[in-house]
């Protein structure tokens, strides 16, 4: 199925409703800027961009940004596209009291805290609350609401919800007891209540299906596009700048995550001193993405093993410096433990960067046979790719020319053209066959990259 007929279907569709009514989609980007939401940041981002570039639609969209910085997709903006801000929060009878008490009030709140925990623990504990809406949702003028965080507010509207993952039914451990009990209340009831529930992979699809029982034909699966295909892009100064500012090795392997304990860095780490150990091989590591709780233990972690001359955490860097760091790595290495989707192997697809990545959750399905795939519980598995991958340069030009290739199927322009088809299906407009397919259709189902040399230096083993 090719764009042109898509684009021609589109705009026979829209010359067919002729003066009707536009259809007015929300979508909530109640996020903040920075890093902290990680990939659902990207992903929203990503999403308001490309469909705010379609040529041929005739929706509004209405993008509501947080209260604190509602503004920060401004410039990300089309021309159908305007920003509202999102209500504040209004405070409940402990914060007027906190505000009452003065000095008083940090004691107070960790007293509430303390009882928040004893009723979560306890057996008959409380569980959270869907927010519901006081109107503010309703008085948007909007025919849809899309969710595209894990967050989403009961309302009168049909809502299309992107749960992203069910990590906390697989790892609760990495999770306290008020997370899980958050997530598990949130998430299935955002199911649940949605009229669609897009996916970013199969993976999560059938996770849905098997967790909370969802129909599969109520579940759309939707691959993400590449964010970098969104930034500036990368010059002979953007690369010096970097290598300046970061005092980046000539060599080096890139791993940009937030310090997550599922993102699996000790793990990592301990792979990088097995190699200098055992093979005598020195691999710099350079790892981006905010520090956050579990960033002590990983720099703990990092001193015991004496790698710090070795490894290198720059925390947040910019989309310009993300972009650059790409194209100066050697290969990017992916030791995830979970992944709804997986943005960095997309990322370095769209980079032309060779992946090393984990062989568990959808790590696979997106990278297909364009990544050199290990055991992420197993650290002579990880040590091993990361030996291949730095030594081997016909295994990185091999990895290189597939990911190009295969870096076609994960399109920002192919996203937002299978989320608009969703927002009218869900309103009740009329599809074109094309988008029919669109939504019919999992991209990563079939696709073969067209070259089959060198198959077997893409078997990575699992051992």
């Given at each position: 199925?090719?764009?042109?007929?898509?684009?021609s279907?589109?705009?026979?569709?829209?010359?067919?409703?002729?003066?009707?009514?536009?259809?007015?989609?929300a979508?909530?980007?109640?996020?903040?800027?920075?890093?902290?939401?990680?990939?659902?940041?990207?992903?929203?981002?990503?999403?308001?961009?490309?469909?705010?570039?379609?040529?041929?639609?005739?929706?509004?969209?209405?993008?509501?940004?947080?209260?604190?910085?509602?503004?920060?997709?401004?410039?990300?903006?089309?021309?159908?596209?305007?920003?509202?801000?999102?209500?504040?929060?209004?405070?409940?009878?402990?914060?007027?009291?906190?505000?009452?008490?003065?000095?008083?009030?940090?004691?107070?709140?960790?007293?509430?805290?303390?009882?928040?925990?004893?009723?979560?623990?306890?057996?008959?504990?409380?569980?959270?609350?869907?927010?519901?809406?006081?109107?503010?949702?309703?008085?948007?003028?909007?025919?849809?609401?899309?969710?595209?965080?894990?967050g989403?507010?009961?309302?009168?509207?049909p809502?299309?919800?992107?749960?992203?993952?069910?990590?906390?039914?697989?790892?609760?451990?990495?999770?306290?007891?008020?997370?899980?009990?958050?997530?598990?209340?949130?998430?299935?009831?955002?199911?649940?209540?949605?009229r669609?529930?897009?996916?970013?992979?199969?993976?999560?699809?059938?996770?849905?299906?098997?967790?909370?029982?969802?129909?599969?034909?109520?579940?759309?699966?939707?691959?993400?596009?590449?964010?970098?295909?969104?930034?500036?892009?990368?010059t002979?100064?953007?690369?010096?700048?970097?290598?300046?500012?970061?005092?980046?090795?000539?060599?080096?392997?890139?791993?940009?995550?937030?310090?997550?304990?599922?993102?699996?860095?000790?793990?990592?780490?301990?792979?990088?001193?097995?190699?200098?150990?055992?093979?005598?091989?020195s691999?710099?590591?350079?790892?981006?993405?905010?520090?956050?709780?579990?960033?002590?233990?990983?720099?703990?972690?990092?001193?015991?093993?004496?790698?710090?001359?070795?490894?290198?955490?720059?925390?947040?860097?910019?989309?310009?410096?993300?972009?650059?760091?790409?194209?100066?790595?050697?290969?990017?290495v992916?030791?995830?433990?979970?992944?709804?989707?997986?943005?960095?192997?997309?990322?370095?697809?769209?980079?032309?960067?060779?992946?090393?990545?984990s062989?568990?959750?959808?790590?696979?399905?997106?990278?297909?046979d364009?990544?050199?795939?290990f055991?992420?519980?197993?650290?002579?598995?990880i040590?091993?790719?990361?030996?291949?991958?730095?030594?081997?340069?016909?295994?990185?030009?091999?990895?290189?020319?597939?990911?190009t290739?295969?870096?076609?199927?994960?399109?920002?322009k192919?996203l937002?053209?299978?989320?608009?088809?969703?927002?009218?299906?869900?309103?009740?407009?009329?599809?074109?066959?094309?988008?029919?397919?669109?939504?019919?259709?999992?991209?990563?189902?079939?696709?073969?990259?067209?070259?089959?040399?060198?198959e077997?230096?893409?078997?990575?083993?699992?051992?």
């Amino acid at each position: 199925m090719g764009d042109e007929m898509i684009n021609s279907e589109s705009k026979k569709l829209v010359r067919k409703l002729g003066s009707a009514k536009p259809l007015k989609v929300a979508i909530d980007a109640q996020l903040l800027p920075g890093g902290g939401a990680g990939g659902v940041e990207q992903f929203t981002m990503g999403l308001v961009h490309a469909l705010g570039r379609l040529s041929d639609s005739s929706e509004e969209y209405i993008i509501v940004g947080p209260w604190q910085e509602p503004a920060w997709l401004e410039s990300y903006l089309g021309p159908n596209q305007h920003i509202v801000s999102g209500p504040k929060p209004q405070r409940g009878h402990m914060e007027r009291a906190q505000s009452l008490l003065g000095p008083l009030r940090r004691s107070v709140g960790e007293l509430w805290q303390g009882v928040q925990r004893f009723v979560l623990q306890s057996p008959r504990r409380s569980l959270p609350r869907v927010p519901e809406s006081e109107g503010f949702y309703e008085s948007l003028g909007a025919s849809i609401i899309h969710f595209p965080r894990q967050g989403f507010v009961r309302c009168n509207l049909p809502m299309i919800y992107s749960p992203h993952d069910l990590q906390h039914l697989h790892y609760p451990q990495f999770f306290t007891q008020e997370q899980i009990a958050w997530r598990e209340t949130i998430y299935r009831a955002g199911c649940l209540q949605a009229r669609a529930i897009a996916a970013e992979s199969q993976y999560v699809k059938d996770d849905i299906i098997r967790q909370y029982g969802i129909d599969a034909r109520q579940i759309y699966v939707i691959p993400h596009g590449s964010p970098t295909e969104l930034y500036d892009p990368t010059t002979d100064k953007t690369l010096m700048d970097a290598t300046q500012k970061f005092r980046l090795p000539q060599s080096f392997a890139l791993y940009p995550a937030q310090t997550w304990q599922h993102k699996n860095h000790v793990r990592l780490l301990e792979a990088t001193k097995l190699l200098r150990d055992r093979h005598g091989l020195s691999v710099n590591l350079v790892c981006t993405g905010r520090q956050n709780d579990f960033w002590p233990t990983i720099e703990e972690r990092m001193c015991e093993l004496e790698l710090e001359e070795q490894v290198r955490f720059l925390g947040f860097v910019g989309p310009t410096e993300l972009r650059a760091l790409y194209h100066l790595a050697r290969f990017v290495v992916l030791p995830s433990l979970f992944e709804g989707g997986g943005f960095p192997v997309l990322e370095a697809f769209q980079e032309r960067t060779p992946v090393a990545c984990s062989a568990v959750t959808s790590l696979p399905e997106y990278g297909g046979d364009a990544v050199l795939l290990f055991d992420p519980t197993s650290v002579e598995s990880i040590a091993e790719a990361m030996r291949r991958m730095n030594s081997d340069a016909k295994l990185r030009a091999t990895l290189r020319r597939r990911g190009t290739a295969r870096s076609r199927i994960f399109s920002c322009k192919r996203l937002a053209k299978a989320y608009r088809a969703l927002y009218r299906q869900v309103a009740g407009c009329p599809l074109s066959a094309g988008e029919h397919r669109l939504l019919a259709d999992n991209p990563l189902d079939n696709y073969q990259v067209a070259d089959d040399d060198a198959e077997a230096a893409l078997c990575a083993g699992l051992g």
